[in-house]
């Protein structure tokens, strides 16, 4: 519901484009310009362009807007039929009372020698005026469905958002709870071997889950590339803790990092599903983790050897899932290479920021 403010925010705005309209128009027509051409621009624009958009602002407010919303034909066909006539001798009425000589004057005629002024009539001027105020009525018309086209377009847009909203977000609890599920289980082969790096390993896990849960929901956040890249930092010392193996991973990271933001939790899946289906605890099969940022782009990629107990060869929900999400967060600006030989996996992710 609109409130008093603002439909005079809303007419003063329709009359000032209006005006702008006719009076643009009536100028450009010009081929003279002198005091009497001018003062006609002004009539036509001025005077009579206010009553035209009194007629055209009363058939957009209370025929065009009443009729999309609730269909009565009957309804409309009796207003359009009152306003048309009615704006009509209106019109005709103002002109004849203020602007006869220059409107509806049209020389004059010697009867019995006597010069007799000649004035369009009433019904000449109601025929002329009839058809102009029809154009009228179908610009309300016109531009009132154009104003519903533009809201059903904004509530698309706002139910596609919504939409897109609740897929990333739904995709994302299920990456969050698998990568839950395999740090769990880290920890928990830690705890079997009577570690002494359990605390440790619990204590970046409480980092790594601090990270995760405050993250905003709002598919159009940003994470600093920074923030991003000392999580999975902490996620490959977690990792590092399980295998006690630190040769067995490779971590290359760029010296210096451009100011830019990624969405949060976009790279892990890579690096999780390598230590999930790889091998982690070998110097000489490293599980390879490489990152090159730029000001234009961003490289990452992630190599590992296969182990002869991986469970798929797809990468499970995890892979699956983050595809998804790049179609949802980077459409048109990524690229995703995966390719595996059997023996080894490799993974090359290209965004473009």
Not at 209 to 237: K, N
């Amino acid at each position: 519901m609109y409130s008093i403010r603002q439909h005079i925010r809303e007419f003063i705005w329709l009359l000032l484009g209006w005006l702008l309209l006719v009076y643009s128009s009536n100028l450009m027509t010009l081929t003279r310009f002198n005091e009497k051409s001018i003062r006609t621009v002004h009539i036509n624009s001025g005077a009579l362009g206010l009553l035209n958009f009194l007629l055209f602002y009363t058939c957009l407010r209370w025929i065009a807007t009443p009729f999309f919303e609730k269909r009565h034909r009957t309804r409309l066909l009796v207003s359009v039929l009152f306003i048309i006539p009615a704006f009509t001798l209106l019109k005709y009425g103002f002109v004849k009372l203020f602007f006869a000589q220059d409107l509806l004057y049209r020389g004059h005629q010697i009867v019995n020698r006597q010069k007799v002024h000649v004035y369009t009539s009433l019904g000449e001027y109601f025929i002329s005026g009839l058809w102009s105020n029809v154009i009228i009525v179908i610009a309300a018309f016109s531009f009132r469905l154009f104003v519903l086209w533009l809201q059903e377009e904004k509530r698309r847009a706002v139910l596609q958002q919504q939409q897109i909203q609740a897929e990333s977000g739904f995709l994302k609890m299920q990456l969050n709870s698998h990568f839950l599920i395999n740090s769990l289980n880290s920890i928990y082969s830690l705890a079997l071997m009577g570690s002494p790096e359990v605390v440790r390993a619990n204590k970046t896990l409480t980092h790594l889950l601090s990270y995760m849960v405050h993250q905003p929901s709002d598919i159009s956040y940003r994470a600093p590339i920074g923030e991003e890249i000392s999580y999975l930092q902490d996620f490959v010392t977690l990792q590092r803790l399980r295998t006690g193996y630190n040769e067995g991973i490779v971590f290359s990271l760029p010296a210096i990092l451009p100011d830019k933001a990624i969405a949060p939790l976009l790279l892990v899946p890579f690096v999780e599903n390598a230590f999930k289906h790889g091998v982690s605890n070998r110097p000489g099969r490293p599980v390879t983790i490489t990152m090159v940022c730029d000001e234009q782009q961003l490289s990452f990629s992630v190599h590992n050897y296969i182990s002869g107990q991986q469970r798929d060869k797809t990468g499970g929900i995890g892979l699956d899932n983050v595809r998804k999400r790049l179609q949802l967060l980077y459409p048109g600006r990524h690229q995703l290479d995966i390719r595996d030989t059997g023996e080894e996996y490799f993974i090359n992710l290209v965004i473009n920021w």
